[in-house]
C-alpha cells in the first residue's frame, strides 16, 4: 500500500514483509486472543510455506512476485535468522549477509540499496541476535519443542557469541554508537555514520539476549554496556521527543526525518533503561516519544502508522503505508513489549 493509501495487488512481495507479519499478528494472538489475529497469522505461516521456501536448495527467497513465482532468490541471512551452517564464519567469528540461491558467493551483499557493500553488518547481527534469543527461550522456558540437550547447548553457545560479537567487534569502544559496515575480519568501515535508531534498538534487544541467557557473568558485562549505548543514541533526540534516523559525520548530512521504526524503538529502549536501572529521565524519554507518535504517526483515518514525517511535520507519503520494509513489526512490537513488561509500582 502506497503513501497515498492506494493497495498495489501486483506489488512483489518481500520475506521480511511477510516473515513480520506472522510474527506480528502471531505475538498479538498470544498476548490478546483474539481469533481473527491467528487466522491471519495462519494465513500468512501457510503462504511462506507453499511460496517462500526453496525446497529444491532450502533456505527462503528474498522475494516472489504477486503470483508467488520466486523473483530474488538470493539468500539474505537478514531474513532468516537461523543459519550455522552457511554463514557463520568460522575463521574470524560472525554471520556474513548473503550468498546466491545455491549457498555460493554473492558479489553484491547489501540488504538494500542504501546501504554498503560489505561482508558483515551491524544491522545482520541485530537481526540474528533476536531471533536467536527467541528461539532459546522457547527450547529453555516454554518446552515447547522436544529436543536434545545438544541442540539447547548450541544454542546457547551461539547466542553467548553473538552478544560477545555486540560487545567486543562491533560497539565502538570510542563513541559507544554501534558501528555498521565490517570487512571478513572486522575492520570496521572507514567513515563515521550513526544510526540512532540502531543504536537504541540494540541497547535493548542486546540487554534481553543476556538477560534470557541468564548468566550473571554475562548480565555484569552487559548491562553497563546497555545503558552506554542507550545514552549514545540520546545524541538523535529532539525538543519535540523524537529520534532523528542518523548522521554522517565525515559530510555533516544529517537525516533529520522522524522514521516511523525509530520512534517505536525509541520508546521501548528507554522503557528498558527505566524498568530495569530506574531511570526516571529514561522513562520521560519515552513517554515524550509516545506522545510524538500518538500526535504526528498514527494514522487516525486510515490506519496503520505513517513511514516519516520530516523536521517541519510534513508527513511522507512517498514511501509505502505497507510494503517490503514498512511491516507491522516496529510499532506492534513496542505494543506488546510494554504491555508485557512487568513495572513495579
Given at each position: 500500500m502506497?503513501g497515498?493509501?492506494q493497495?498495489?495487488?501486483?506489488?512483489?512481495?518481500?520475506?521480511?514483509?511477510?516473515?513480520?507479519?506472522?510474527?506480528?499478528?502471531?505475538?498479538?494472538?498470544?498476548?490478546?486472543?483474539?481469533?481473527?489475529?491467528?487466522?491471519a497469522?495462519?494465513?500468512?505461516?501457510?503462504?511462506?510455506?507453499?511460496?517462500?521456501?526453496?525446497?529444491?536448495?532450502?533456505?527462503?527467497?528474498?522475494?516472489?512476485?504477486?503470483?508467488?513465482?520466486?523473483?530474488?532468490?538470493?539468500?539474505?541471512?537478514?531474513?532468516?535468522?537461523?543459519i550455522?551452517?552457511h554463514?557463520?564464519?568460522?575463521?574470524?567469528n560472525?554471520?556474513?549477509?548473503?550468498?546466491?540461491?545455491?549457498?555460493?558467493?554473492?558479489?553484491?551483499?547489501?540488504?538494500?540499496e542504501l546501504?554498503?557493500?560489505?561482508?558483515?553488518?551491524?544491522?545482520?547481527h541485530?537481526?540474528?541476535?533476536?531471533?536467536?534469543?527467541?528461539?532459546?527461550?522457547?527450547l529453555?522456558?516454554?518446552?515447547?519443542?522436544?529436543?536434545?540437550?545438544?541442540?539447547?547447548e548450541?544454542?546457547?553457545?551461539?547466542?553467548?557469541?553473538?552478544?560477545d560479537?555486540?560487545?567486543?567487534?562491533?560497539?565502538?569502544?570510542?563513541?559507544?554508537?554501534?558501528?555498521?559496515?565490517?570487512?571478513?575480519?572486522?575492520?570496521?568501515?572507514?567513515?563515521?555514520?550513526?544510526?540512532y535508531?540502531?543504536?537504541?534498538?540494540?541497547?535493548?534487544?542486546m540487554?534481553?539476549?543476556?538477560l534470557?541467557?541468564?548468566?550473571?557473568?554475562?548480565?555484569?558485562?552487559?548491562?553497563?554496556?546497555?545503558?552506554?549505548?542507550?545514552?549514545?543514541?540520546?545524541?538523535?533526540?529532539?525538543?519535540?521527543?523524537?529520534m532523528?534516523?542518523?548522521?554522517?559525520?565525515?559530510?555533516?548530512?544529517?537525516?533529520d526525518d522522524?522514521?516511523?521504526?525509530?520512534?517505536?524503538?525509541?520508546?521501548?529502549?528507554?522503557?528498558?533503561?527505566?524498568?530495569?536501572?530506574?531511570?526516571?529521565?529514561?522513562?520521560?524519554?519515552?513517554?515524550?516519544?509516545?506522545?510524538?507518535?500518538k500526535?504526528?504517526?498514527?494514522?487516525r483515518?486510515?490506519?496503520?502508522?505513517?513511514?516519516s514525517?520530516?523536521?517541519?511535520?510534513?508527513?511522507?507519503?512517498?514511501d509505502?503505508k505497507?510494503?517490503?520494509?514498512?511491516?507491522p513489526?516496529?510499532?506492534?512490537?513496542?505494543?506488546?513489549?510494554i504491555?508485557?513488561?512487568?513495572?513495579?509500582?
Open positions: 502506497t497515498e493509501g493497495l498495489v495487488k501486483d506489488a512483489d512481495k518481500g520475506g521480511i514483509l511477510s516473515a513480520r507479519i506472522l510474527w506480528a499478528f502471531s505475538a498479538a494472538y498470544r498476548v490478546l486472543g483474539a481469533p481473527e489475529y491467528l487466522m497469522a495462519t494465513l500468512i505461516k501457510d503462504y511462506i510455506i507453499e511460496y517462500f521456501y526453496d525446497n529444491q536448495f532450502g533456505g527462503t527467497y528474498w522475494s516472489v512476485d504477486y503470483l508467488g513465482n520466486p523473483k530474488d532468490t538470493k539468500k539474505q541471512f537478514y531474513a532468516i535468522g537461523c550455522e551452517q554463514s557463520f564464519d568460522k575463521v574470524n560472525g554471520y556474513i549477509e548473503a550468498q546466491t540461491r545455491q549457498w555460493n558467493e554473492i558479489a553484491d551483499m547489501r540488504l538494500s546501504d554498503a557493500n560489505f561482508p558483515k553488518s551491524q544491522n545482520t541485530l537481526h540474528i541476535i533476536e531471533p536467536y534469543t527467541n528461539l532459546y527461550r522457547c529453555k522456558e516454554y518446552e515447547v519443542c522436544p529436543v536434545s540437550s545438544d541442540v539447547v548450541r544454542v546457547e553457545k551461539a547466542l553467548r557469541n553473538l552478544i560479537i555486540f560487545t567486543d567487534k562491533i560497539l565502538n569502544p570510542e563513541t559507544h554508537h554501534l558501528d555498521l559496515f565490517f570487512a571478513m575480519d572486522w575492520t570496521r568501515e572507514a567513515g563515521a555514520l550513526e544510526s535508531g540502531h543504536d537504541i534498538e540494540c541497547s535493548w534487544l540487554h534481553e539476549a543476556a534470557v541467557l541468564g548468566a550473571q557473568a554475562v548480565l555484569d558485562k552487559v548491562e553497563p554496556i546497555v545503558k552506554l549505548v542507550a545514552k549514545a543514541s540520546e545524541k538523535g533526540l529532539n525538543a519535540d521527543g523524537s532523528v534516523h542518523e548522521a554522517n559525520l565525515d559530510t555533516g548530512y544529517v537525516d522522524r522514521h516511523w521504526w525509530v520512534q517505536a524503538e525509541t520508546v521501548v529502549g528507554f522503557i528498558n533503561l527505566y524498568q530495569h536501572f530506574g531511570d526516571e529521565s529514561a522513562l520521560q524519554k519515552a513517554l515524550h516519544c509516545w506522545q510524538y507518535i500526535d504526528n504517526l498514527i494514522d483515518e486510515g490506519g496503520e502508522w505513517f513511514w514525517r520530516d523536521a517541519q511535520g510534513n508527513i511522507n507519503r512517498r509505502d505497507a510494503g517490503f520494509w514498512k511491516c513489526y516496529h510499532n506492534s512490537r513496542m505494543c506488546l513489549e504491555m508485557e513488561r512487568n513495572f513495579e509500582q
